[in-house]
Every structure is written in C-alpha cells, then in structure tokens.
C-alpha cells in the first residue's frame, strides 16, 4: 500500500536556527514528490515538486531534495514567518496525491 | 479569479441534514479534486474528475457523499444524511499546471452538530 510518513511531527526552532524535515515514501510507480506549506484555517501552498532522485529545488530560505526513499526539505536561517504546517505528498499511479500527516514548525524570534 | 475558491468557507449542520459544497477551479485547469482533512489526520482524498467525467472515486467514504462537475468547471460535492464523523475541512484542488500539481482552495469547514 502507497504510504508517505514525514517526521518530526513537530518542530520548534530558534530565529535563523537551520534544521531538516523528512518525508519517507513507499509509492509504486512515484510520479512526483510534492511539498506544500498549510497555515491555519487555509488551503495548503504549493511549494515544490521534484520528479527523480538526486533533483533538488529552493525558494527563498526553503531547499528541497529527494533520493529513491525520501525527501527533505531544508530549512536555512527561518524566521518566525516561516512557522506553518509543512506536507508532503507522493503522487502515484493514479492522478490523486497520497500525503503525509505534516510537520508542524515552529520560528521562535 | 486568481485562484481556487470554494463555498461556504464555513457551515454548521444538525446531523441528518444534506450538504452542498461548491468548488470554483482555476480558468481552464481540467483536473479537480476533493480531499478531506480532519483534526489530527492528514489530507484524505475524496475524488477526481477529467473535465466532467470522475475518474477516480476511491476515496468516497460512502454512498452518502457524491460530487458532480459541469462544464468542466464548476464542482459541487454533495453529503446526505449528515453525521457527526463527517465534520471535517473540504478542500478542492485544480491541476493544470503540470503533471500531478495541484493548487489548493481555502477550504470549507463542515461542522455537524
């Protein structure tokens, strides 16, 4: 069964406090690995997607990267604007996106 | 507009009761989509429609719930006979834009009292 776990479930950072989130994928037939930021009571934000391992794409303070098993996505020097809901998402082979239960950060100034 | 909208943002209904859900997609983004988000959990898909054909309807937690598109555009998700254990974040996302991406609208809050 297509599965995607992403950890921590929670993170709290210090203000410009660099650190990682991981998303582990179990999908057959992998048509894309998405990451998408949610904040509270909105829809979630597209934010990246990568297609093959070794692929890496950044926005702003954001890197994404991906292997044949996991995602990061990196976070340099965050600010307290950056505190949202992060999710991942494994598009498989059907048209629908399996997604993670998200990491939620926390940018203490 | 810009964007995916949807409509209500927010709705309170007493158990028993049906619902109508509306999703405006993205001018000409072909793909839509449904998901569900409760408290706690992640994103569960619902459905997916091609233009006006539903390709995909996997997710559909019941013959409760069912969704039409018309015009290959607007989409109203429909759930009859509310109960409690379907209060929940509907969420309508649009494709058009390259393989698999999806852009997301605000929203509805279902509140089933």
């Known amino acids: 069964e297509d599965q995607v776990t992403q950890s921590p479930e929670a993170l709290r950072l210090q203000e410009g406090e660099s650190s990682s989130l991981n998303c582990s994928y179990t999908v057959s037939g992998l048509r894309g690995l998405f990451w998408y930021r949610q904040d509270p009571g909105k829809g979630p934000e597209f934010l990246f997607t990568?297609?093959?391992a070794g692929e890496e794409k950044e926005k702003e303070r954001l890197k994404a990267t991906l292997t044949k098993k996991e995602s990061f996505l990196h976070i340099t020097a965050p600010k307290p604007e950056d505190s949202a809901t992060y999710l991942c998402?494994?598009?498989?082979?059907?048209?629908?996106?399996?997604f993670g239960t998200g990491t939620l950060l926390a940018v203490q100034p | 507009g810009a964007g995916v909208s949807q409509s209500p943002s927010n709705k309170v209904t007493e158990k028993g009761k049906d619902v109508e859900l509306r999703c405006d997609p993205i001018?000409?983004?072909?793909?839509l989509y449904w998901y569900r988000q409760s408290l706690g959990q992640g994103l569960e898909f619902l459905i997916y429609f091609q233009g006006n054909s539903a390709p995909d309807k996997s997710g559909l937690p019941s013959d409760r719930f069912s969704a039409e598109r018309t015009g290959g555009s607007v989409s109203t998700l429909t759930i009859q006979r509310t109960q409690q254990e379907d209060s929940a974040v509907y969420l309508c996302a649009t494709g058009g834009g390259g393989p698999y991406e999806q852009y997301f609208g605000p929203g509805t809050r279902l509140t089933v009292t």
């Open positions: 001018s000409g983004h072909t793909a």
């Open positions: 990568l297609y093959s």
């Open positions: 998402a494994s598009g498989g082979a059907t048209n629908k996106l399996i």
